[in-house]
């Protein structure tokens, strides 16, 4: 069976990005090795970021009703709050989803099931992609289902398998990194009293462990480090890591559901891109659990690919344009990968420095600068990968004060969640030229015109400038003064014959 794009994971990554693909009409199969989706989950955190993106397919609100929202994040030690931080205030003005979202991964991964069985699609499961081959115009792919193999030929092939990656292997890039040395665990779990709605992480010496409210379950998720003196016990149960994980948190468990035990790794592939295929997710970085961005970054990854495959497949860019996948999405993950690292050395490590910031810098400085509004915006911004920006991109061009190209095109009140902005399009904040419009309908570019309004000016936005939006909602281009022969020109240079994405011109 031949296809445009062969997705071998059926994991948040490639069900995002098969979504995507599904609701922009380009042909695909989606495979996953496994007989079903997961039965257990350790990505919890769904960021504003990934809301977006879920907001332009008209998926956020429903996923948010399935989910807890979660307002604040408590720093704890022995159950005594130590700093929080109110993600309401500190991200209101930014987006429209200011706080966390308390969504376990195999809930997230039905959800994303379901959403593609809407649209006609269905996973192929219990079937593995054994090998490929690269050819000039296409990836031939051989594929296991039952013992019996099959032969796919794709133009594209996308490895989203997680850490073990077939296509990671198989093209033989490097995976340069390391393992922590802790054995963390994750646990399902009901306290006694009142369940809690808030996320608490308390962080030691060899010790962390963070606590979640699980709608799905009605209990409380832990996730955690085994103590050095448990790690290899055979038989380990619940009851072995209670004292500890009471102790830290100030709760008293009632009982525990289930319990699982897992290495972490930090590492970041080589190249995100070998010819025809293209590695996604845990099969291109892995990382700490700190901060709850790994599921999130592999979502981006899949938003990030899934419309330039798109524009691709369906002739309204050259292959080149393919390219910046991992210029993008490789910086970000080898930045990312440093941070979190620090961040999770700092809070368990057995240095100076560890023991500096638990002891004195977090305990006395951080209830200070939780006070302060920049702080708290950009601790916000950095954790909801509102922050994420492409400036270095090749296709990131212009810019009008703060706003450059490749940065996320700000929030404003009411330029998110149109259907247009799944596709290349332009936004303007006060009336836009007709020169503008009739050249951008020629090119087949909406416009979408929008009050200038306080909010809009506050997240750096200028009146009556255009920005060329791609379909990521990242800013392409910036124009200071709706000069179409700028549009154009950026279109031409790049390749990009948007007319024939049949999308029309309207105004909000």
Request: proline share 4%.
């Amino acid at each position: 069976m031949n296809t445009e794009i062969l997705i071998a994971g059926a994991g948040p990554t490639g069900l995002t990005l098969a979504l995507r693909l599904a609701r922009m009409g380009v042909a695909f199969r989606i495979i996953e090795a496994s007989s079903g989706p997961g039965q257990a989950s350790r990505a919890m955190v769904v960021q504003a970021r990934t809301l977006e993106f879920y907001q332009q397919l008209g998926l956020a609100d429903e996923l948010i009703e399935r989910g807890i929202r979660i307002d604040s994040i408590h720093y704890s030690e022995e159950g005594r709050d130590i700093a929080s931080l109110s993600w309401g205030d500190a991200g209101k003005d930014l987006t429209p989803y200011p706080f966390v979202l308390s969504f376990p991964q195999d809930d997230h991964e039905l959800f994303l099931v379901e959403q593609l069985k809407k649209l006609g699609v269905e996973v192929e499961w219990g079937v593995a992609l054994q090998r490929f081959e690269q050819q000039a115009e296409h990836v031939v792919a051989t594929l296991s289902r039952g013992g019996v193999e099959e032969v796919c030929q794709a133009r594209y092939l996308c490895g989203c398998e997680g850490a073990r990656s077939v296509v990671r292997k198989q093209l033989q890039v490097g995976f340069p990194g390391g393992t922590y040395n802790q054995l963390f665990y994750v646990a399902d779990v009901a306290l006694e009293g009142p369940a809690s709605t808030n996320v608490y992480l308390h962080a030691g010496k060899h010790n962390m462990v963070l606590m979640a409210p699980v709608r799905s379950s009605g209990m409380q998720r832990l996730i955690g480090i085994v103590p050095p003196e448990l790690d290899g016990h055979e038989g380990l149960t619940f009851e072995d890591l209670r004292p500890g994980a009471e102790a830290m948190l100030g709760v008293t468990v009632g009982k525990a559901n289930w319990l699982s035990t897992y290495r972490v790794h930090h590492r970041v592939a080589e190249h995100f891109r070998v010819g025809r295929a293209f590695l996604l997710g845990d099969a291109g970085h892995l990382h700490s659990p700190a901060g709850g961005q790994g599921m999130n970054t592999g979502i981006g990854d899949a938003v990030n690919l899934a419309w330039k495959l798109a524009d691709v497949v369906q002739a309204r860019a050259p292959e080149t344009l393919l390219d910046t996948y991992e210029t993008e999405r490789i910086a970000f993950a080898r930045k990312l990968v440093e941070t979190t690292d620090k961040a999770f050395e700092g809070m368990v490590g057995e240095g100076w420095r560890s023991i500096f910031l638990r002891n004195w810098m977090l305990p006395h400085l951080a209830p200070v600068l939780s006070h302060f509004n920049g702080f708290r915006k950009t601790l916000f911004q950095t954790l909801s990968q509102t922050r994420i920006r492409y400036r270095d991109s090749a296709i990131s061009e212009g810019h009008v004060g703060d706003l450059h190209g490749g940065d996320r095109m700000p929030w404003t009140g009411d330029n998110f969640g149109h259907a247009a902005t799944l596709y290349w399009h332009v936004q303007v904040f006060g009336e836009a030229s007709a020169d503008l419009e009739r050249e951008a309908r020629r090119a087949g570019v909406p416009v979408l015109s929008f009050p200038y309004s306080a909010l809009a000016k506050s997240n750096g936005v200028k009146a009556h400038a255009a920005y060329l939006v791609r379909p990521d909602s990242h800013i392409a281009q910036v124009m200071e003064h709706q000069d179409p022969h700028v549009l154009l020109g950026f279109l031409q240079r790049h390749g990009l014959t948007l007319a024939q994405s049949g999308v029309g011109v309207s105004s909000a």
